[in-house]
């Protein structure tokens, strides 16, 4: 099974894995999969693969029943027949899916089980802001733990809106490191190393080369009604910035 440093150089990693690689949890119903960065869910005019056309070649009768932005990785559910995709279109519409995110944030706060309640509105471009013309949004932060100048949120959202975390987190001031779109800086090892040299005409890369954000885990009914649960290990990325803000706390 191949290494999730496979993705990291984003659209190479195209002919490192197979599909089977990503699943995390497969019953006759549903397949659940750890989604990596940078492959869109759905078409992309601009990528010659997403994970629905993966899933068909699977499966011939997966369907999607959620998406994830192209940068985010993590839990996502995929239906292998209509009769399932309803039932979880269903829980997803009463709010009765728990999905939860990690991100990594810029700076120290103390979230517990803080609910933010801000309209959002999207515009044409994609680009979503809070206003009170948009569409309503919670989501529910509690903090992991904190570093120098960093600190690791649980996110729950209960509604899902266009970027809702990232402009939720935005809107407290702690915008998601690496989310240029909705002010977060990328994490440079020099701001959190005190000896730290980087060799003469070498340009220094940020630790994660885009939005700190992946969809942890999922907690949904089976056809059966039986409950479904299943975490997303972190990838590599996000593993090593994790553990280089642990080791420079």
């Known amino acids: 099974m191949p290494s999730f440093a496979d993705f990291d150089q984003g659209r190479n990693f195209m002919t490192k894995f197979s599909f089977s690689d990503l699943i995390l949890f497969e019953n006759s119903d549903y397949l659940v999969i750890n989604k990596p960065p940078y492959l869109s869910s759905l078409d992309d005019r601009h990528e010659a693969k997403n994970i629905l056309d993966l899933a068909k070649n699977y499966w011939e009768s997966a369907q999607l029943c959620h998406r994830l932005d192209k940068e985010t990785s993590g839990c996502l559910v995929i239906a292998k027949h209509a009769l399932a995709y309803r039932h979880l279109a269903m829980q997803f519409e009463n709010r009765e899916v728990e999905k939860t995110y990690h991100a990594v944030v810029e700076g120290i706060h103390d979230f517990h089980g803080t609910l933010v309640d801000r309209n959002i509105l999207t515009s044409a ?31 729950k959202p209960i509604t899902g809106r266009l970027h809702q975390i990232r402009v939720h987190l935005a809107y407290l001031s702690a915008p998601i490191s690496g989310d240029v779109l909705y002010g977060g800086k990328p994490v440079y090892l020099s701001a959190l190393k005190r000896r730290f040299n980087l060799k003469k005409q070498t340009e220094e ?27 997303a290990p972190y990838p590599k990325d996000f593993n090593v910035l994790v553990q280089q803000l642990e080791k420079n706390r």
């Open 125 to 155: 471009k994609g680009i979503a802001k809070i206003s009170k013309e948009g569409k309503p949004a919670q989501t529910v932060l509690t903090t992991l733990t904190t570093y120098l100048i960093h600190s690791l949120v649980e996110c």
């Open 205 to 231: 890369l940020p630790i994660m080369q885009r939005v700190s954000l992946h969809a942890y885990s999922i907690r949904f009914l089976g056809v059966d009604g039986k409950e479904i649960s299943v975490n």
